[in-house]
């Protein structure tokens, strides 16, 4: 809890140093639901290069099967995962359960997320 009177600046809600795991948890979800939107606006406009048919799309699908864009989707991937697993630790919470909990339930799901994390990225790449 703050202690000084000082009005906190838009862009301190990300600052996480010394902060407790509630606060890491709540600036992950905040980062990856930011990423998520950009991420589906750029999915929508991408989408409708589909209007100009083959020769529109057949020279995008070359250019997303590179290293770069795999590596883009893992990050997708990621933030997929993170921003998830922590809604589903934030709706146990909110109905009740796991109260006591929460970092456990945090550090777990997170856990949970690295190991698909590893699995989906090995996927990505091996196609």
């Known amino acids: 809890m703050r202690t000084d ?3 906190r600046r838009v862009w301190q809600w990300g600052d996480v140093r010394q902060r407790k795991v509630g606060t890491w948890a709540y600036a992950l979800n905040r980062i990856t639901g930011l990423g998520l939107v950009l ?3 750029i999915h929508l406009g991408v989408l ?4 100009g048919g083959p ?4 020279p995008f699908i070359k250019v997303v099967r590179s290293p770069l864009f795999y590596t883009l989707d893992v990050i997708l991937i990621a ?3 993170i921003h998830g697993l922590n809604g589903l630790r934030v709706t146990l919470t909110g109905i009740g359960l796991a109260l006591g909990a929460q970092k456990a339930l ?3 799901l997170m856990v949970v997320a690295a190991i698909g994390l590893i699995i989906m990225a090995f996927m990505v ?3």
């Open 5 to 7: 009177s000082k009005p």
């Open 39 to 41: 991420y589906l606006y």
């Open 48 to 51: 409708s290069m589909l209007v």
């Open 55 to 58: 020769a529109a799309w057949d």
């Open 79 to 81: 933030g997929w995962l």
């Open 106 to 108: 945090f550090v777990g």
């Open 125 to 127: 790449f091996r196609s």
